[in-house]
Structures are given as structure tokens and as C-alpha cells.
């Protein structure tokens, strides 16, 4: 169940306010990232903002290269230091248009290292570019080879796959496309999904939210969803918006997502639909929490990370 005291503003703590007013101030004190070059927008995400400090980079990944449907595809490795259990497929956010699988390496050594998973990002390819079904795609091939050649080349059997944003839609779909078009519901044993972007026709804590960016804003959730799906394909379709799939058959999930998030309602309305098709797993939703809150450190990240900690180790 979930409490619904956790929507009072009165809730939220002092140290998630501050944050909060720091990120919608930051973010106004920078250029409209819609007024720059694409280029230009991706170099700063690298570089880190004060918006969005840039995560340190792991001395510790490697890169793996396989064969991907629009040609080699790298995928980001990082080992944990003891034995692995099992195996983590990461797909980052970013809009489909921003981000790269080296832009959260914290958040997959602590997995690695915590849990005993191999970790994988997924450098897929990147929209206006190379539009839906693109970066799907690259994100199947991925969990194919992960689901076939990788479980023997790594030596592991449990698989789990993840990701934040628009990484937690491509994972859903992932998980859709292995139990429609290969006949592997259960390849992996759950999903760690955080604040997914799953109705691109956008819900209405979307459509409502506004112009403060605290993150993300209703523009940008627009600007994201027009650059990755080409005019005259419908948003609402199943296989482009995994909202109104039929989700029977999947694994467990783990949602998280913070109640100051525009993605808030597609959380919660998905999180509603995974449960009604009984696959399982656990919604967790946090007050104040920004859009992807925890690459922010604090007590209110801390929380959530452990919880995913827990619910990924109970999956090996």
C-alpha cells in the first residue's frame, strides 16, 4: 500500500527542500537547453553542470564490444571485486536524446560491489539521430547476448536488468520484445526501475507540471518524447509506450520515483499495472524526491539505494 501522507508537502524534509530550490535555481541560471546545439547540450552533460555535477568516471570499467543491430555496440562493464553472483543490465537515462553509459559509474560499482553483479551499460544509440525503434534495439541485442553468450562467457545465471528515465522504458520494452519475440519472459529476474518515462502521449502530472525545471519540466518530457518517435507514429501504441502493454508474465519489479517528479504519474499508474498482471515486486515513493533524485547524495538517496541494494541481492 501506499501512504498517501507521503503527497503532504508538509512531509518532505528540510534537506530535500533545500536541494530542490537549489536544482530549480540552478537550472535557471543556465541556457535553455533547447537553445543550444544537441552537441553542445551532450559535451555540458559530460562536463557536469552545477544543475547536474558530473558522476566520477571508474577506473575499474571496461568496454565490451558485440554485435548490435546498427553495428558494433559497446556495451560498459564494471566487475565487482569479489565473485559474481549474477549480472545487471544498465540502459541510462537521458531523454533519448542525452546521456551515455559512462555517466553512472558510482551507481553501478556500488552494485557491483554490494550486490556481486557483473554491471553492463548499454551505449545505445541516441535520437534525434537515430529515432524509435533505435535505441530498443541496441538495448535487445544487449540482453540477448547477455541472456545467451554472456551468461557463459561471465559464468552467471542470474540476470537483472535496470535503469532510470527513459532507461526504465527501454528496459520494460527490453523485457516486452524477450517474452514477445523470443519467447524469454523470464530471462531476468527482476527490474530496478526508476522513475520511468512510460506514456509517451505524457500522463498528466506530466501535462501539469509546468515550466520550472526542477530536472525536467513539462517541456522538456514533450521535446524528449517528439525527438525519439517520429510524427505520425502513434505515442500511445503498445510497442512505443509500454503503459498500455499487456504486462502479463514479467518479472518483479522494484519502482521508485519521488512525489516532486513529473514522471510521478507514470509511476504510479505502471507500478499499478505490474502488480494487477501479478508479477510482483515493490513501490517505493518518496517525499519530495526530485526527478531522479538519487544522483544527488543525501539521507532521502541513501534510503532508496539501500532498498534497491536489498531488492536486487534477493534476486541471485
Known sequence: MIDHALFDPATI?????????????????????????????????????QASPAMPRSARAETLTIEGPGGPLALRVIRPQGKARGAYLHIHRGGWV?????????????IADTCGFICLSVEYRLAPEHPYPAALEDCEAAALWL?????AEFG?????????????????MTLLRLRDRHGLPRAFRGANLNAGFYDLGLTPSVRLWGE??????????????DGYVREGI???????????????????ALFTVGTADPLLDDTLYMSARWA???????TAVYAGGCHIFVRYPGALSERALELIDRFLMALA
Open 156 to 172: 552467471i545465471s542470474a540476470l537483472t536488468i535496470g535503469g532510470e528515465s527513459v532507461g526504465a522504458h527501454l528496459a520494460v
Open 212 to 225: 520550472e525545471r526542477l530536472v525536467i519540466n513539462t517541456t522538456d518530457l514533450k521535446r524528449f518524447a
Open 13 to 49: 524534509d528540510a534537506e530535500t527542500k533545500a536541494l530542490n530550490a537549489e536544482i530549480v535555481a540552478a537550472h535557471a541560471a543556465q541556457a535553455d537547453p533547447w537553445s543550444l546545439p544537441i552537441e553542445e547540450v551532450r559535451a555540458r552533460r559530460r562536463a557536469g553542470t
Open 147 to 151: 541472456a545467451g553468450p554472456g551468461k
Open 98 to 110: 542525452w546521456g551515455a553509459a559512462d555517466e553512472q559509474d558510482p551507481w553501478l560499482e556500488r
Open 276 to 282: 494487477a498482471a501479478n508479477n510482483g515486486g515493490h
Open 234 to 252: 502513434d505515442r500511445r501504441r503498445p510497442d512505443v509506450s509500454p503503459l498500455y502493454a499487456d504486462l502479463k508474465g514479467l518479472p518483479p
